[in-house]
C-alpha cells in the first residue's frame, strides 16, 4: 500500500500545488499578460490612430500645396497681366512722344518752308528791282528787253 498513499500524498500534494498556483501564481501571471494584451491594444490603437492622423496630415499637405500652387499660379498670372499694362502703358506714352515729336518737326518744316519762301519772295524783289533798274538803263529796245528778260529766267 505504499504505494496507494504515495499515489495518494503525490495526489494531495498536487492538488495543493494546484491551489497554490491558482490563487497565487496565476494571478500575477494573467495581470501581467491582461496588462500587456491591454499594452499591445493601446498600441495597436495608437498605430491606428497615428496612421489615421497621417493620412489626414498628408491631405492636408495636398490641399495646402494644391493651394499653394493655385495662389502662385494666380499671382504669377496677376504679375504678367501688370507686366503687359505696364508695357501697354509705356508703348501708349512712347506713341505719344513720338507723335509729339513729329509734330513739333512738321511745325519746324513749316516754319523753315515760311522762312525760306520769304528769303526767295525777297531775293526775286530784289532782282526785280535789279531787272527793272536794268531795263530803265538801257534804252528801250525790244531786243535787249528779251535778252534782259532771258536772264532774268536764267538767274531764277
Known amino acids: 500500500m505504499h504505494l496507494d498513499a504515495t499515489l495518494i500524498a503525490q495526489l494531495i500534494v498536487f492538488l495543493l ?4 498556483t491558482a490563487k497565487y501564481v496565476w494571478p ?5 499578460l491582461d496588462e500587456r494584451a491591454k499594452k499591445i491594444a493601446d498600441g495597436l490603437a495608437a498605430a491606428d490612430r497615428a496612421k489615421a492622423e497621417l493620412a489626414s496630415a498628408n491631405q492636408e499637405v495636398t490641399r495646402e500645396l494644391a493651394r499653394s500652387h ?9 504679375a504678367e497681366r501688370r507686366a503687359m499694362a505696364m508695357i501697354e502703358e509705356a508703348r501708349r506714352k512712347a506713341e505719344e512722344t513720338a507723335e509729339a515729336i ?12 515760311v522762312k525760306a519762301r520769304e528769303a526767295l519772295r525777297d531775293q526775286v524783289a530784289a532782282l526785280a528791282v535789279q531787272g527793272a533798274e536794268a531795263i530803265l538803263r538801257r534804252e528801250v529796245n525790244a ?14
Do not use: D, M, N, Y
Request: glycine share 2%.
Open 17 to 20: 500545488l494546484a491551489a497554490f
Open 28 to 32: 500575477p501571471i494573467t495581470k501581467a
Open 70 to 78: 493655385e495662389e502662385s499660379a494666380q499671382r504669377l498670372h496677376e
Open 102 to 113: 513729329v509734330a513739333q518737326a512738321h511745325a519746324e518744316a513749316q516754319q523753315q518752308v
Open 143 to 156: 531786243q535787249a528787253h528779251g535778252e534782259l528778260l532771258q536772264q532774268l529766267k536764267a538767274e531764277l
